[in-house]
């Protein structure tokens, strides 16, 4: 196998991981208080990540950057793990959480003064229709998830833009082990402030938040800098966009989700929104 196809194989199995942590996520929130569980499974990630940092420093310059850029990370995962603990479909989460990536220019925008490209403004109007579909029902209703799913988008973005910028004068899995630290750090403060843990810890939940830590944190994150590392721009772009998919069919498998017609062509319009996007934004890059 090629250098090119096991960099794509690494990316699809990334997707894979991502959408079964969201399994991995709810199952563990559901034996332990949420917080409680961001902290364990960050703080877990950043020391199974810790060793590998041998021989790479943050520059102390670009400290402060890399501080901001993980405390935007830990208000994303904050919102994330509130929202998929309080949310009936996690399909549903995940599409809405993929419109992140199409806030991403908006956001870039404000920060940096870089205008959206025209493929972008010729993608959200289906973005935005497909959002509408997943959103309303018939009567009209409006799930608190949903919202709190669409914060979580948009703080995603700006975390994304930071991340971006720091990344480019900072070795990747450092910046990433502080990240991962600072976003365990705030779960660990969230849950002394507001969560009493009066549930036993069983082995069912140990488990979860095992599988949450190595594989769904850190084993991702491995094979997701490897597959970024060798693939092609256009391939790693199209491939990651498969995880709200993937979701889905991970929560229709594992919980007998069943989202009605509307709500599946509103999650195909997300999905094909970002497709489109993507294809038109690294089509002219080289592979």
């Not at 991981?17 to 332990?32: P, Y």
Request: some cysteine; overall charge positive.
């Amino acid at each position: 196998m090629n250098r090119q196809r096991q960099a794509d194989l690494f990316l699809v199995l990334t997707t894979l991981i991502a959408a079964c942590g969201w399994i991995f996520s709810r199952e563990s929130i559901s034996g332990m208080p949420v917080f409680a569980f961001l902290a364990l499974r960050f703080c877990g990630g950043a020391l199974v990540l810790l060793p590998f940092c041998c021989g790479q420093h943050i520059p102390r310059a670009q400290l402060k950057q890399v501080l901001i850029s993980g405390a935007w990370l830990a208000l994303t995962m904050v919102l994330w793990i509130w929202s998929v603990s309080v949310t009936p479909s996690l399909g549903e989460g995940a599409f809405i959480m993929s419109l992140s990536m199409l806030f991403v220019p908006l956001v870039a925008w404000g920060m940096m003064g870089v205008r959206p490209a025209r493929a972008y403004w010729e993608c959200l109007p289906l973005a935005i229709v497909g959002l509408g579909l997943l959103s309303l029902h018939v009567p009209i209703t409006f799930h608190a998830s949903q919202g709190w799913f669409l914060l979580t988008a948009f703080v995603q973005s700006i975390s994304f833009c930071y991340t971006s910028r720091a990344a480019r004068e900072v070795p990747l899995i450092p910046l990433t082990t502080v990240q991962l630290a600072m976003t365990g750090v705030t779960g660990l403060v969230l849950s002394l402030l507001f969560e009493s843990w009066d549930q036993p810890f069983t082995a069912t939940t140990a488990g979860w938040l095992v599988a949450s830590i190595f594989i769904a944190t850190a084993l991702r994150f491995g094979l997701q800098l490897q597959g970024q590392k060798h693939a092609a721009v256009a391939s790693a772009a199209i491939i990651m966009v498969l995880e709200p998919l993937l979701t889905v069919i991970a929560a229709s498998l594992w919980y007998a989700e069943r989202l009605p017609m509307q709500k599946i062509i509103g999650g195909v319009l997300i999905l094909v929104a970002q497709i489109w996007f993507r294809w038109r934004m690294v089509k002219k890059l080289p592979g």
